[in-house]
C-alpha cells in the first residue's frame, strides 16, 4: 500500500514539474484583475442594489481553473480519435442556437439549460481549432485546391453562415479568420493563393453593396460610427466616444481602484463586458495599460513558443490555433475601444464578463499546457 502511495506522490510530482506554470499562471492572473475590474465597473453610486456579476466571474474562474488542470492531464492526441464527434456536436449545438436560442442583445446567441445559459459560439472556437487541426495534420503541404476548399466550406463557411444568421456577424468574422489563419500556417500552393487574392479583390467591389444591404440596421451604424464618431456622439458614436473619453481620463497613473467615474455612473455602455478594458485604463492609466498588454503578450509568446516545440503537427496546429486566436480577439477588443477598430462585440479574453467564454479561454490554456507537458514523452 505504500509502494502504491509512493508512485502516486512520484506521479503528482512529475505533472506538476512537467506543468508550464507560465501559460496557467497568466490567465489566472488576467482572470482576477478582471473580476476586480469587473466589480469596479458594475458598482453603482446611484442605486442602492449592487450587482453580482463579479461572483458569478468568480465561480467561472474556480470551474475554469478545475476545468484547465483536467484537460492538462490526458493525451491531447485522443481528441484526434473524436475530432469528428468534437466538431459535429458542436455544429448540432450553433443549429439548435439558431432554433430556441434565448435572445438577448439583439441577437439569439445562448442556450438556456433552467437556470443556467451558455452561448455555443464559445465552445464552437475551441471545437473548430481542435478539429481543423486534426483535419490538417499529417496531409502534404502545400495544401492543393480541393483541401483548401473543403476546409474552407466545413470549418469556415457554414457555421460563419450560422453564425451570421443569428446574428452574430463578428463571431463568423472571427471564425472565417481562424479558420483561414490556419490553412495559411499549414501552407497553400501558390497556385490556390493566386487564385483567393483574385476572387477577394473581384467580391469587394461586386458584393460589397451586397454585404452593407444585408447587414442589420444597429451594424451598419457601427460601422459609421467607426468611420466617423461625430455624426451622432449622442446616438450611434457615443460608445465610441465616451470610450475615449474614459480611456483618456486615466492618464499616465489613472484616478486609482475604485475611483473611477464613467462605469459607476453608467456613462459607459457594456462597461463589463466588451468595454472593460476602458474602465480599466481609467482607473490605471497608461502605465496599467502596459503592465496588462505586457502579460498578454507573454502568454502569446509562450503559446507560439509550445507550438514551436510541440511534439507532433497535430499539437503544433492546435497550439498555433489557440494563439492567433488570443492574438485577434485580444487585439481586436483593445482596437474597437479605442476607436481603431469597429464594434463588433469581441470580449477580452479572461477579462470581460462572460462565463462561457471564460471557460472555454481555459480549456484553451489546458490544451495548451497538456502540448507542453507532452514535448518529449507521453505519459498515462
Not at 57 to 63: A, E, K, R, V
Not at 145 to 161: D, K, N, V
Amino acid at each position: 500500500m505504500h509502494a502504491d502511495q509512493g508512485k502516486v506522490i512520484d506521479r503528482v510530482r512529475d505533472i506538476l514539474k512537467r506543468c508550464d506554470w507560465l501559460v496557467l499562471g497568466i490567465p489566472v492572473i488576467l482572470t482576477i484583475i478582471g473580476i476586480l475590474t469587473i466589480y469596479s465597473a458594475t458598482r453603482s453610486v446611484i442605486e442602492p442594489r449592487q450587482p453580482s456579476f463579479y461572483l458569478r466571474q468568480t465561480i467561472w474562474l474556480i470551474l475554469g481553473m478545475v476545468t484547465m488542470f483536467s484537460v492538462s492531464l490526458f493525451d491531447y492526441r485522443v481528441l484526434k480519435r473524436f475530432s469528428i464527434l468534437i466538431y459535429s456536436v458542436s455544429i448540432g449545438l450553433l443549429l439548435l442556437t439558431l432554433v430556441v436560442g434565448h435572445p438577448g442583445m439583439g441577437a439569439q446567441r445562448w442556450l438556456k439549460m433552467g437556470n443556467l445559459s451558455f452561448q455555443p459560439t464559445e465552445i464552437f472556437r475551441v471545437a473548430m481549432i481542435v478539429s481543423l487541426a486534426s483535419y490538417l495534420s499529417g496531409r502534404p503541404s502545400p495544401l492543393g485546391t480541393g483541401r483548401t476548399l473543403t476546409a474552407l466550406c466545413f470549418f469556415g463557411f457554414i457555421p460563419a453562415t450560422i453564425l451570421y444568421l443569428q446574428p452574430d456577424l463578428g463571431s463568423a468574422l472571427m471564425i472565417l479568420g481562424l479558420v483561414v489563419s490556419m490553412l495559411l500556417i499549414k501552407g497553400l500552393t501558390k497556385r490556390v493563393l493566386v487564385a483567393a487574392l483574385a476572387v477577394v479583390l473581384i467580391a469587394i467591389p461586386v458584393g460589397g453593396e451586397r454585404v452593407w444591404n444585408g447587414l442589420k440596421e444597429y451594424q451598419r451604424n457601427r460601422l459609421v460610427a467607426f468611420i466617423n464618431p461625430e455624426v451622432d456622439p449622442t446616438g450611434i458614436g457615443y460608445q465610441i466616444k465616451q470610450s475615449k473619453i474614459t480611456i483618456g481620463s486615466g492618464r499616465v497613473f489613472g484616478k486609482g481602484y475604485l475611483q473611477g467615474t464613467q462605469g459607476p455612473l453608467r456613462f459607459l455602455p457594456e462597461r463589463h463586458t466588451d468595454f472593460i478594458f476602458s474602465v480599466f485604463a481609467e482607473e490605471w492609466g497608461f502605465v496599467g495599460s502596459l503592465f496588462l498588454l505586457i502579460l498578454y503578450g507573454a502568454l502569446l509568446l509562450r503559446g507560439l513558443e509550445i507550438a514551436l516545440h510541440s511534439k507532433d503537427e497535430f499539437g503544433y496546429l492546435i497550439a498555433t490555433g489557440i494563439s492567433v486566436m488570443f492574438l485577434a480577439y485580444s487585439g481586436i477588443n483593445l482596437g474597437m475601444t479605442m476607436g481603431l477598430m469597429p464594434v463588433v462585440g469581441i470580449p477580452l479574453p479572461f477579462f470581460s464578463y462572460g462565463g462561457t467564454a471564460l471557460l472555454a479561454n481555459f480549456i484553451c490554456i489546458g490544451l495548451l499546457n497538456n502540448i507542453k507537458m507532452r514535448r518529449f514523452e507521453l505519459f498515462y
